[in-house]
């Protein structure tokens, strides 16, 4: 069945570092990707997306690529924020009423 | 906008009771979804709705659970009775557009002692 890995945590990270979080999938036909992330004591909020290969997905200065040839969706920001600590998730939406698999979540620290 | 709503946010409930958990769509979005996620583990899929019918209930763990979607609008789950595995973080979802992503609420924590 369709399946989403992403790497595990906690990443630790210092005010400024570049962030990578990976996630691969398996699916069959052409999902939509998706990372979504929740702060602490709130629900998950959509943080980009893409719909189709080598669409690229930003928001908030992460950004992460619908990559098929290698079926992945690695997370990326260039300079990371206090406020960047939550746990990120990666999923992906199948069939036709768009039922969504998850990751595990990657749990983000950033130190200042 | 006002966003999806559900409550209670927290429940402590002893096993053998039961509990019936809310949730309030965005008005419009056909699409809504409930989810759970049990100790820190993945985020599992329950059940879909569309408007009042269940589109998808593959998810639903067992005949203790019972959703509905009266008139299409407000959603409930209920669970009874409950068992101390059914504890974890109960989500909901709405979407207009699915294939473009959900908007979740906050949750309901939802504890079996």
Redesign the interface.
């Known amino acids: 069945g369709n399946s989403v890995t992403q790497m595990e945590g906690p990443v630790t990270l210092s005010e400024e570092a570049f962030l990578t979080i990976n996630c691969t999938y398996t699916a069959t036909g052409y999902p939509s990707l998706f990372w979504y992330v929740q702060y602490p004591g709130e629900g998950l909020q959509l943080l980009l997306k893409a719909t189709k290969a080598d669409d690229k997905g930003s928001n908030k200065g992460f950004e992460a690529t619908y990559r098929k040839e290698t079926t992945s969706f690695h997370l990326e920001k260039g300079s990371v924020q206090v406020s960047d600590s939550a746990v990120y998730f990666c999923a992906l939406s199948e069939g036709g009423g768009f039922k969504t698999i998850f990751g595990a979540g990657t749990r983000l620290f950033v130190k200042a | 906008e006002a966003g ?1 709503t ?1 409550f209670p946010s927290h429940s402590v409930i002893e096993k053998g009771q039961t509990v019936t958990l809310r949730c309030d769509p965005i008005s419009g979005h056909d ?1 809504l ?1 409930w ?1 759970r996620r049990v100790m ?6 329950l059940l ?1 709705f ?1 408007k009042e019918s269940k ?2 209930e593959s998810g639903m763990p067992n005949n203790r659970f019972l959703a509905e979607r009266t008139g299409g609008t407000y959603s409930t789950l209920k669970v009874q009775p409950a068992e101390l595995e059914d504890s974890g973080v109960y ?1 909901c ?1 709405s ?1 207009q557009v ?10 309901t924590r939802l504890t079996v002692v």
């Open positions: 999806v559900q699409n979804y989810y820190g583990k993945e985020i599992k899929f879909h569309v589109q998808d989500f979802a979407s699915p294939r473009y992503g959900y908007t979740f609420g906050s949750g």
